[in-house]
C-alpha cells in the first residue's frame, strides 16, 4: 500500500481540469481513504477471496490486520463485503482515486473502494455533448461493436452508489447491455455491471460517429474552431476556456445547446436497463 500523494495521484480534475480524467493506477486497487492496496484477482476463486497485498506500508497493514483476502480487509475496515457491492464502469475521471475520494468525501461517505480492471468488448468512449463545473469536457460511454476496452470497475455500496449518482447530474446510471461482455483480467465473466450514460449525446464531427476520447487540449481546441459563439472567440486559448466555463453555468449551457444546434452530437446508441 502506498499514498497518493507518494504514488503521484493525489491531483484531482477538479482541482486541474486540463489533466482530466486524472491520474490513473496501473492495476486493480483498493481505494482505502489516503492509500492504495493493490489487488489480484485469483480466477477460479470468490471475489472477495482476491489477494490483497499492503506492501511495506505499516498504516496500512495495521488498519487490514492482516487480511490476505480482499473480503477479510474489507471487515477488518468495517466496510460492505462484496457480495453487498455492486460494479459500475468508469470510462473517466471516476476511476481516478483522487477523483473518487473527493466526491466522497464530499457526500461524507466511507471512502473504501475495491476498484478492479476489467476487459470489456463493444464499448466505446468519447467525449459527453456538455461541459462539467469545472470547465472540463468530459468522457462518456457509446456503444461500439467489436472495440475492445480495458476500464475500470468500481465496486460500490448502496451509500457510495447514491453518493456517486449526485455528482453525475448530466448523466443516468443503467445496467450495461448483454451486447457488451466484461471480464476480468483472470477471465472471470461478470454479468449484472452498470454505467452512467450521458443525457447530452456524445460530440462528433458529422453527428454520426462519436469523436473518440482524447486530450482536453484536443477536445477543446476542436470545440473553439466548430462553435461560432462569441465568447469562444474572445477567449485566447483553452485554459481560458476552462476558467470561463467553470465561472459560468450559462455559458456551458450554451457550448452544450450550440454543439446541438450545429450538428455536433452524436447519439450513443447504448442499450441496457434502466
Known amino acids: 500500500m502506498a499514498t497518493l500523494d507518494s504514488l503521484g495521484l493525489a491531483v484531482t480534475p477538479l482541482e486541474e481540469p ?53 473480503d477479510a480487509a474489507l471487515s477488518s475496515l468495517h466496510a460492505a463485503p462484496m457480495r453487498a457491492r455492486a460494479p459500475v464502469v468508469a470510462v473517466g475521471s ?18 473504501v473502494v475495491p476498484v478492479l480492471q ?21 468522457a462518456a460511454p457509446f456503444a461500439q461493436p467489436g472495440a475492445r476496452a480495458r476500464l475500470f470497475l468500481l465496486w ?7 453518493a456517486v449518482d449526485g455528482t453525475e447530474p448530466s448523466y443516468r446510471r443503467q445496467r450495461l447491455s ?3 461482455t466484461v471480464a476480468l483480467p483472470g477471465g472471470r465473466r461478470l454479468a449484472g455491471v452498470e454505467l452512467y450514460r450521458s443525457r447530452h449525446g456524445l ?20 470545440l473553439r474552431q466548430r462553435l461560432d459563439v462569441d465568447e ?14 467553470a465561472g459560468s453555468r450559462a455559458l456551458r449551457e450554451r457550448v452544450a445547446s450550440r454543439l446541438g444546434e450545429l450538428g455536433l452530437v452524436a447519439p450513443d446508441h447504448l442499450q441496457g436497463q434502466g
Do not use: M
Not at 476489467?118 to 468530459?138: D, E, M, N
Not at 469562444?232 to 466555463?245: D, I, K, T
Open 178 to 180: 448483454e451486447a457488451c
Open 94 to 111: 471516476n476511476a481516478a482515486p483522487a477523483q473518487l475520494r473527493a466526491k466522497l468525501r464530499a457526500r461524507a461517505v466511507q471512502v
Open 18 to 70: 486540463l489533466a482530466y480524467p486524472g491520474r490513473l493506477p496501473g492495476g486493480s486497487y483498493l481505494l482505502v481513504d489516503d492509500r492504495l492496496v493493490t489487488l489480484r484477482d485469483d480466477a477460479g476463486h470468490a471475489l472477495g477471496q482476491s489477494s490483497v497485498d499492503a506492501g511495506h506500508d505499516a498504516v496500512c497493514a495495521a488498519r487490514l490486520a492482516g487480511a490476505v483476502s480482499l
Open 156 to 162: 460500490l455500496d448502496a451509500a457510495q452508489r447514491d
Open 232 to 245: 469562444l472567440q474572445a477567449w485566447p486559448g483553452v485554459e481560458a476556456f476552462v476558467r470561463a466555463c
Open 203 to 222: 460530440v462528433s464531427l458529422d453527428g454520426t460517429v462519436p469523436l473518440p476520447l482524447g486530450s482536453q487540449h484536443e477536445v477543446i481546441g476542436l
Open 118 to 138: 476489467a476487459r470489456i468488448t463493444g464499448l466505446g468512449v468519447g467525449h459527453s455533448a456538455h461541459v462539467a463545473r469545472a470547465g472540463y469536457v468530459p
